[in-house]
């Protein structure tokens, strides 16, 4: 046993599977593996069946020799054997009937049981996804990403999971099936052995190893065209403007016609397996024939024993054929296992939030003494800063490309955790458990807006059910962020599709809809990240006017500007360089400064 069930691999593969399964899964997993035992007895009871109604069909006077069909008859009360025989074959049809249905419903189970496996893996992932920090993301591709939540928890059911529960079931149905043909005639049973045996552990070593390599290249090949193809769609401009669609094209091409090879052999390789062990199944059949042409005297043994060994080699290869095909699965998808173990990996430090509310800001922000150091970067790229903000107050900062600005803001979001220092707020200093709370108090507006693709509801009240949006909330943040206009020429008004990463709308209105975003949070903090740098100057002077009405309501900003008018309305300035502040100054002293030059 032993070799034909390879150690190694089945036995590691359940035991992953068993670390890998939540503890309300392995309750159902004993459960399955009952159904299964069920299934299999099912099956075999249904074949069974068929001999001894062949032989009271072809000889009815077998129903008066058999004590226990006598005793039906007799207290059924049938008058002749013709109706009893009517009766044992609708009798017989309603077996396979519910020998069928049941074995439909134990699928049904198994699937619906191994495809909430999947989604419980994929849901847990997700959750944890949203707990890692920015640095994460930085290291990690995003296409990677979204497949190892989406894909691989279904794969880790389909090539994982099922095989193994069909490995076991295979393996039930088989020891019963020998076991009921041994008690007829073990000579048949020894015969299958010397026949099967060595022809299903020769077609496993043959194929293991293939699919392993195909699988594992299939999975790489397939990561790298979602990438292509991603880039190019969202490279779309570039592309056209450098006239390079054959370059992509061909890129594309190389490992599609890589891809197209192996799924032709994965696919080939499947096939495979019934084919050898029907042709050993043939081999000994014929050696059989030859056999009674030279050894007449064994014609009379052999006539009875090989109906018996057609009809059970007829049951047991698509069974070993299924056995091979899960044992091959289970071999090919192994690199599955590491990926669904390093998504499940419990997080250190996630801001897991206790308290919903958010945190209380009275008085001040401040950074103290913080550096910031990137992992792959040489020097720290916040050194020490120092920097006191009241409530209420309008912060600008600027500085050249480089000198850190960014990095702040990642800080002051908690996205980033200085190594040194630390942030206080009243006097307190933020601690990991208070992130999301911390994060409740602010709203952000980027260079690069992130837009949902749906309307203006879903964008602005971001992560709020339609039927929870505040109206009156909505139309007063859409006129202070001077969208009304936006809306009003919209052809769905606030239903208007914006597109998948807002496609239909300009730079600035983008922009307009995360201030809208931000406020409609009831952001107390609002930071603006070189929020002007890329619109034209119409679009400027909006977002300006937004900021500037903005500025009128009781809020703290930052606002990390390029342009020198968004600026305007701020009680300080700081300017930034090597990650630390070189100056402060008034927007009078910058504007002066920058007349004189
Ligand atoms: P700014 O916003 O002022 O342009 P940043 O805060 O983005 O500056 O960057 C400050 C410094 O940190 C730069 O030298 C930049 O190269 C470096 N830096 C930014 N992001 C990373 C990163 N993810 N990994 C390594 N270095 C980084």
């Known amino acids: 046993m032993k070799n034909i069930f390879p150690k190694n691999i089945v036995i590691s593969t359940i035991k992953d599977i068993n670390s890998i399964l939540f503890p ?18 099912l099956d075999v009871l249904g074949l069974a069946a068929i001999l001894p109604v062949a032989s009271l069909v072809f000889d009815p006077s077998n129903i008066h020799k058999s004590h226990l ?44 049981f191994s495809y909430g496996v999947a989604t419980d893996i994929s849901q847990k992932q997700f959750e944890n996804i949203m707990n890692q920090d920015l640095q994460y993301f930085n290291d990690h591709n995003s296409t990677n990403l979204v497949r190892n939540i989406q894909i691989m928890p279904f794969h880790f059911s389909t090539y994982l999971l099922l095989p193994s529960l069909m490995l076991m079931s295979e393996i039930v149905v088989l020891i019963i099936i020998l076991t009921a043909i ?18 299903f552990i020769l077609t496993y070593k043959l194929i293991k190893s293939r699919t392993q390599f195909y699988e594992t290249e299939r999975n790489r090949l397939n990561t790298e065209l979602t ?14 403007l450098f006239y390079k669609e054959k370059y992509f094209l061909s890129l594309f091409k190389v490992n599609q016609a890589k891809f197209k090879h192996l799924f032709t052999n994965a696919y080939t390789l499947n096939l495979i397996p019934s084919k050898i062990i029907e042709l ?59 990926i669904i ?38 020097k720290p790229s916040v050194d020490g800063l120092n920097m006191t903000i009241l409530k209420g107050q309008k912060v600008g900062i600027i500085g050249k490309s480089g000198s850190g600005k960014t990095t702040i803001i990642n800080i002051l979001l908690r996205f980033l955790k200085e190594q040194q220092g630390g942030l206080y707020i009243d006097n307190k200093r933020i601690t990991v458990n208070e992130d999301n709370q911390w994060r409740q108090l602010i709203g952000y507006v980027k260079q690069s807006v992130f837009i949902i693709d749906g309307d203006f509801y879903e964008n602005i009240a971001f992560g709020v059910a339609k039927q929870d949006i505040d109206h009156e909330k909505l139309n007063k943040v859409i006129k202070l962020s001077k969208l009304d206009e936006v809306v009003e020429k919209s052809a769905f008004g606030l239903n208007s599709n914006i597109g998948e990463n807002g496609t239909r709308l300009s730079g600035g209105q983008r922009q307009r809809i995360a201030i809208a975003r931000a406020l409609y949070k009831d952001a107390q903090i609002l930071v603006f990240d070189e929020a002007t740098s890329a619109l034209d100057n119409q679009t400027e002077k909006e977002i300006t006017e937004s900021i500037e009405a903005i500025s009128k309501e009781d809020k703290t900003m930052f606002i ?24 402060s100054f008034t927007y009078e002293e910058i504007a002066k400064t920058i007349l004189e030059n």
């Open 24 to 41: 309300h899964h392995k309750k159902r997993v004993v459960l399955m593996m009952f159904l299964i035992l069920i299934g299999g007895i």
């Open 69 to 112: 069909c006598h005793t039906i008859f007799v207290s059924l009360g049938f008058e002749n054997d013709n109706s009893f025989l009517y009766f044992v074959l609708v009798c017989f049809w309603f077996i396979f009937l519910f020998k069928n249905a049941a074995a439909a419903v134990i699928s049904f189970l198994q699937s619906r």
């Open 182 to 199: 041994s008690l007829y005639d073990i000579a048949v049973i020894g015969l299958m052995f010397i026949t099967l045996t060595p022809s």
């Open 227 to 240: 990438k292509q193809a991603y880039q190019t769609i969202h490279g779309y401009i570039d592309v056209k």
């Open 280 to 338: 050993t199944a043939i081999s000994a059949v014929i050696i059989m024939f030859f056999y009674t042409l030279y050894v007449p005297s064994a014609k009379d043994s052999i006539s009875v024993m090989l109906p018996l060994f057609i009809a059970a080699a007829y049951r047991v290869m698509p069974s070993m054929n299924r056995m091979l095909i899960a044992l091959g699965s289970i071999k090919g998808f192994q690199y599955v296992i590491q």
């Open 341 to 378: 173990k390093d998504g499940l990996q419990p997080i250190p430090n996630t801001s897991e939030n206790l308290n919903n509310e958010a945190l209380i800001f009275n008085t001040n922000i401040e950074f103290r003494d913080v550096s910031y150091q990137y992992p792959s970067g040489k």
């Open 560 to 583: 990390v500007a390029h342009r020198i008018t968004t600026l305007k309305n701020c009680d300080i300035i700081y300017e930034i360089e090597n990650g630390k502040i070189t100056g």
